[in-house]
């Protein structure tokens, strides 16, 4: 979602120009061809909510509703100044919308106090009950009876975080509201941004919360947060410096200022107030269309737009539920080329297709009537560079095998057989295993398809690889990884990387970076993090017991990934991936209350026997 460390001011400013493309011609085109309205529209309960709203200047005709509903401003504010352009993209503006902005709840210029992730009721019995969704209704039933020339339809739309406030909207089961687009939404934020299966996203999160936090109280503001000081280049070193997680509260820091922030270090574990903001099992009886957007490199919220459909799909199978998943970083969609990523060539641009085919296609249908024959799922197959369609996801066809981790750097389909083998690395999280080989204080979003030589050179990382693929291998769908593990530590961190190697004939494209050769690159596909005392449970958390056998399994999303004939399929398994997520001392106990000295070495196994196999289970395509 929400956060991009460094680049979360620049995400506010995204949100700002509602996601769409800059350029002069369009800015021209907003003033001459738009009227914009400020409203505060009032809730059910009382509180008002900031409401910007740009009318087509031409009333001869009814036009249906655009609706973005964020936490990142609607600004500028003020009746005569003007967004650089509407809607998702300039294809919206031109087409003629009434567009519709809001500050949420607690936000910026709107009443009310901000909570993360606002819990949703499955019931509201009186007018206090309130949540996003009747948020939403109220919003919606105050636009189609104020605002003038509009043809009883709306639309949403909203990346990120106004991509949960989307979903959200689903939940006003509105009858006016007929489409809507959650693009890369926040689902459960336990899985999304603030922890991976019970591992804290530690540089995702760090920077995000000053510039997210303009205000903590009821009193609206055009006020922006603060921004971080660092003083190095070098986040590494940053975050080695200043230690345990819990020193982030020490004055040079936060200073135990920002209630979002102390509210993540609170719930380590996945209690009530993390279920509690899990949206997905209120997607239920919704007659919306819904196009779910996502990206497959997606570092913030991919978890939440593959759910996120999954959900909508099984749990309402009369709705028209639609699927998108591009070579996409978090919202690279809504701009841009979208023709690679890092040293990755997509074969072309994949941008202009979804806004122009899909999403643009989408909307029009729903609110004007336009014909459209917009497959159900639409999925770009990376590794060829093809987009593939499909009447769900995962495919049907796609047939469970097993990939065996075999002692000694094997990686195969056959089972492994004999009574004994295992490979051992030392942990040290004084000494993390980095999860980028360059400096920078970024997540930076390149790390999800980025050469993993420097990591397959580190004594802390095992690596296993087939032998040299004689046909091409596609996986579609989740992966799931099974390990057989031990440590000497009561905890454990497990990072399982799924990896494309190249074979030592593969040449340098255009995106290729200075002193790079693809010559044998190794392109992480996928990877995810375990906090191995949630293997049971990610409630109640439980101990290692030192040097005994454990099962450890962890789903690491989804995929479409062919693997091409001459290629080889890697895995890599470590302990430590920093500053990506914060440091398991490896000893059992509240990782946010850990003390600096708690950190210790650990010799941590992986096993690969007839009795204890570790392998990932995968969904591989039949052959065409």
């Known amino acids: 979602m929400k956060k991009f460390t460094l680049l979360a001011l620049g995400l506010c400013l995204f949100a700002l120009s509602a996601l769409a493309q800059p350029g002069g011609a369009d800015a021209a085109y907003v003033k001459d061809n738009y009227t914009k309205y400020e409203y505060q529209v009032p809730m059910r309960d009382g509180i008002k909510l900031f409401t910007s709203v740009y009318v087509p ?21 003020g009746a005569d100044k003007y967004k650089s352009s509407l809607g998702p993209s300039s294809l919206f503006l031109h087409d003629k919308y009434i567009f519709v902005y809001q500050d949420v709840r607690g936000r910026w210029m709107s009443e009310g106090i901000f909570r993360e992730m606002t819990p949703e009721l499955e019931q509201h019995k009186t007018n206090k009950d309130v949540d996003e969704g009747t948020d939403t209704y109220d919003t919606i039933d105050w636009l189609i009876k104020n605002i003038p020339n509009n043809t009883g339809k709306v639309g949403a739309w909203g990346i990120s975080y106004p991509g949960f406030f989307t979903t959200t909207c689903l939940l006003s089961r509105h009858p006016a509201l007929v489409a809507a687009s959650p693009q890369a939404p926040m689902s459960d934020l336990y899985r999304d941004d603030a922890f991976h299966n019970g591992a804290f996203m530690l540089v995702a999160n760090f920077s995000f919360y000053p510039s997210f936090t303009n205000r903590q ?11 971080l000081k660092y003083d190095t280049e070098d986040g590494y070193e940053y975050y080695m410096k200043m230690g345990s997680v819990k020193n982030s509260n020490k004055p040079q820091y936060y200073n135990d200022t920002i209630k979002l922030w102390n509210e993540m270090l609170d719930h380590p574990n996945y209690d009530q107030h993390w279920k509690d903001r899990n949206v997905l099992p209120h997607l239920h009886d919704i007659k919306t269309a819904t196009l779910v957007t996502g990206g497959w490199y997606d570092a913030e919220d991919l978890y939440g737009a593959i759910n996120t459909y999954k959900t909508l799909v099984k749990d309402n199978p009369n709705t028209p539920i639609y699927f998108v998943m591009g070579p996409w970083v978090h919202g690279g969609w809504a701009r841009g080329a979208g023709d690679h990523l890092g040293d990755i060539d997509f074969g072309g641009p994949t941008g202009p297709f979804y806004r122009e085919k899909i999403e643009f296609a989408f909307f029009s249908h729903y609110l004007k009537g336009t014909d459209t024959d917009i497959p159900k799922v639409s999925t770009f197959e990376t590794g060829v560079n093809q987009w593939k369609t499909y009447k769900t996801w995962p495919p049907k066809e796609a047939e469970d095998k097993n990939l065996y981790l075999l002692p000694g750097g094997k990686l195969s389909f056959d089972a492994p057989k004999a009574a004994s083998g295992s490979d051992a690395f030392v942990s040290d999280p004084n000494k993390p295993a980095p999860f980028i080989s360059e400096t920078d204080l970024d997540m930076k979003r390149e790390y999800m398809t980025a050469d993993q030589r420097f990591a397959e050179s580190r004594p802390d990382v095992l690596t296993y690889q087939t032998d040299v693929l004689d046909k091409d291998i596609t996986l579609a769908g989740n992966i799931w990884a099974n390990l057989k593990v031990s440590t000497t530590g009561t905890d454990a961190d497990w990072v399982v990387k799924v990896i494309d190697v190249y074979p030592d004939s593969a040449k340098n494209n255009k995106f290729t970076g200075q002193g790079v050769y693809m010559s044998h690159y190794e392109q992480m596909v996928r990877s995810e993090a375990m906090r191995g005392k949630f293997r049971k449970s990610f409630e109640f958390p439980v101990a290692f017991t ?32 920093f500053p990506l997520i914060d ?17 210790q070495k650990a010799t941590n196994k992986v096993y690969s026997t007839k009795d204890n196999p570790s392998y990932l289970k995968v969904r591989v395509m039949p052959a065409e």
């Open 57 to 77: 200047k031409d009333s001869s005709k009814k036009y249906p509703i655009m609706m973005d509903r964020t936490p990142y401003s609607v600004a500028p504010y």
């Open 217 to 227: 109280d009821d009193k609206p503001t055009q006020g922006r947060g603060s921004k």
């Open 546 to 577: 030192p040097g005994q056998v454990s099962p450890v399994n962890f789903e690491l999303q989804d995929v479409l990934h062919t693997f091409k004939k001459g290629h080889r399929i890697m895995v890599q398994v470590q302990s430590t991936w």
């Open 583 to 599: 440091r398991n001392p490896q000893r059992f106990e509240d990782i946010m209350k850990a003390k600096d000295s708690d950190f």
